[in-house]
């Protein structure tokens, strides 16, 4: 995500390297490259240059002042605090209030919507302690009623439809009404992807937000498709009114575009993030954490909040006991796969740790990453799994035969628990150190702030 644009950044910030001081020469040139990375990312040129403008004349009001900080350090100052504003400043939430709130989604074909619709459901359900219903109103794509059937069921949310029913309008209505009836709080409509050219469809959209009223239309968006989808998102508006944008696959090959320019060029904030197919994989939009993302400076506060919402304080207070004994296990390992697995997608949260981002472009870090470990401890015994100390030559045979990978694969993974195992036993001996984890010792400072610093931003 923003991998090339990053990079770009951090080459205009170099011309400054060296440097005693801004001088006007020196920011012209900085900013001409700044220019060219947000071009090359997809953004308008006029956006480009109304962002460079601005941060020029920031850095000429900077020249004699600040000597202490370096001129790189203070560029890279400006030019966070614009993108901040240009992505919009602040949070904007999501209107969620009535019995039951009504949320309508819509957005083009291959948008990724439907998937959405369940994360939003997902998100709605843990994090806001709501009870959601998900109605299908795909009537042209019967594969899109039975994708939304299938993401309900997993997340165990109920979804409504009508198979024999062509009336998005009706079945919309009669979703809200089976809602109140039901006892659910809020209702997310999906709709049919169209094209913003197709008049049937945007004269249908528009007929269902007006039958529905509700509280929040979300216009979703494929981020890979850079000012093409701005220029969309914006024709979208002009026609329905949406109230906020959602950005999805970002997750791939994407420039930055449309998250840099959406908002100046349509007026409506970016609400929600989304990454991979899993359900976890979404993210209330904070601006100020993407443009730290975007300068390579990572977004622990995030990484934090997903954490905590993983974090049990029981299971981690006995688990800290555990290491302090050095009885760490087998099974509590796999626990701890568990709870990072359901944090989301794993170069994601590893981009979230300032500084590792350029550690990790080069390599290919997925989920599967974990299989090979998981593969190896299923195949031990439950006794194996309780007691690490029991592993012997013919038990590693045994597990490596079981595994499907090597007696020397088996031996790696082996020797790499043993030496974390050594190491937590350590760490966990030394004067205000916990188990590590989100919640308890230092961990329990750093959730506390990052929730007060969320709390302060919204």
Known sequence: MFDSLSERLEGAFKTLKGESKLTEL??????????????????????????TDTVKDKALGQENVLNAVKPGQLMVKIVNDELVDLMGGTVTDIDIKGKPAVILIAGLQGSGKTTFSGKLAYHLKGNRRKSPLLVACDVYRPAAINQLSVIGEQINVPVYKEMDNQNPVEIALKGIAHAQAHGHDVVIVDTAGRLSIDEKMMEEISNVKEAIQPNETLFVVDAMTGQDAVNTAKSFNDRINYDGVVLTKLDGDTRGGAALSIKYTVGKPIKFVSMGEKMETLDVFHPDRMASRILG??????????????????????????????????????????????????????????????????????????????????????????????????????????????????????????????????????????????????????????????????
């Open 26 to 51: 020196n920011i012209a040139q900085s900013v001409k490259e700044i220019r060219r990375a947000l071009v090359a990312a997809d953004v308008n040129y006029k956006i480009a240059k109304e962002f």
């Open 297 to 458: 400076m990572g977004d622990i506060i995030s990484f934090v909040e997903k954490a905590e919402m993983q974090f049990d304080e029981e299971k981690a207070k006995k688990l800290e006991k555990k290491i302090r004994k050095n009885k760490f296990d087998f099974n509590d390992f796999l626990e701890q796969i568990g709870q990072i697995r359901k944090m989301g997608d794993l170069k994601s949260l590893i981009n979230m740790i300032p500084g590792m981002s350029k550690m990790t472009k080069n390599l290919d870090i997925d989920d599967s990453a974990f299989n090979k470990v998981e593969a190896i401890i299923f195949s031990m015994t439950p006794q194996e799994r309780n007691h690490p100390e029991l592993m012997n030559l013919s038990r590693k045979k045994r597990i490596a035969k079981g595994c499907g990978h090597s007696i020397e694969e088996v031996n790696l993974f082996l020797k790499q628990f043993d030496q974390m195992r050594k190491m937590m036993h350590k760490m966990s001996k030394m004067p205000g150190m916990g188990t590590g984890a989100p919640t308890g010792g230092s961990g329990k400072k750093l959730g506390g702030l990052a929730k007060r610093r969320a709390r302060r931003k919204r």
